[in-house]
Structure formats: structure tokens, C-alpha cells
């Protein structure tokens, strides 16, 4: 059978955690490795994912170490949409802050009011 390796980069921007994973995963870029295999006799070349690992830091040994947990992709899709979604929310905080601070420099005396 004809396999396939895709590996791609997935920066989260929050501590998150994933299911199988027994801690909580420091924020920063982490690989994903997918492979797949030939799906065979179809007249036009069709792929099925067999499985999908994420390189995490090793939690027992040196820094330079990594350990590949196998890893659902929607599980994994799920967790990087909870990250953008508080990404999303601290925008809009840090946008509210930094509005109304702009509101107490103008009202406040000598401001541009």
C-alpha cells in the first residue's frame, strides 16, 4: 500500500490542553504529522488518514526531547478553535481598554476635550 506523510505547523497562542494528553500544553508552535494511505483500484488517486501525531515536549526528559502522541483531528481542531476564540476575546478586551483609556486622557484636564 502506497503511504503519505503531511506535516504541518500549529501555533496556539494560550495554554490548552488535548484529550490523551495528561497535562496542560504551553502555548507555541508544535508539528503535526498526518499519514495516509492509497486508497487503490479507484480510477483517480483518493487518500485516507490512518492516523495524525503531535510532537509535544517530553515532560520526563531533557528540553531537547519530544514525544509523538497520537491525537484525534477534531479533538486537535477543537482545541486550536478554543485558542482562537480567546485570542479573539483578548483583542477585544485590549480594544476596550485601550478605548476607554483614550476616554479618560480626553475628559481628563489639559485632554483634547
Given at each position: 500500500m502506497l503511504m503519505?506523510?503531511?506535516?504541518?505547523?500549529?501555533?496556539?497562542?494560550h495554554a490548552f490542553t488535548l484529550k490523551g494528553v495528561d497535562r496542560t500544553l504551553s502555548p507555541g508552535d508544535y508539528?503535526?504529522?498526518?499519514?495516509?494511505?492509497?486508497?487503490?483500484?479507484?480510477s483517480f488517486p483518493v487518500y485516507r488518514r490512518v492516523s495524525t501525531l503531535i510532537m509535544l515536549?517530553?515532560?520526563?526528559h531533557g528540553p531537547?526531547?519530544?514525544e509523538m502522541v497520537?491525537?484525534?483531528?477534531g479533538d486537535l481542531a477543537a482545541a486550536?478553535?478554543?485558542d482562537r476564540a480567546m485570542?479573539?476575546?483578548?483583542?477585544?478586551r485590549v480594544s476596550g481598554n485601550k478605548a476607554a483609556a483614550n476616554d479618560e486622557i480626553?475628559?481628563?484636564?489639559?485632554?483634547?476635550?
Open positions: 503519505r506523510t503531511r506535516r504541518h505547523k500549529m501555533t496556539f497562542e508539528e503535526v504529522v498526518t499519514d495516509e494511505e492509497l486508497i487503490e483500484k479507484l515536549p517530553a515532560q520526563a531537547s526531547s519530544i497520537s491525537v484525534s483531528p486550536l478553535k478554543r485570542s479573539a476575546d483578548d483583542k477585544r480626553a475628559d481628563s484636564p489639559g485632554g483634547n476635550r
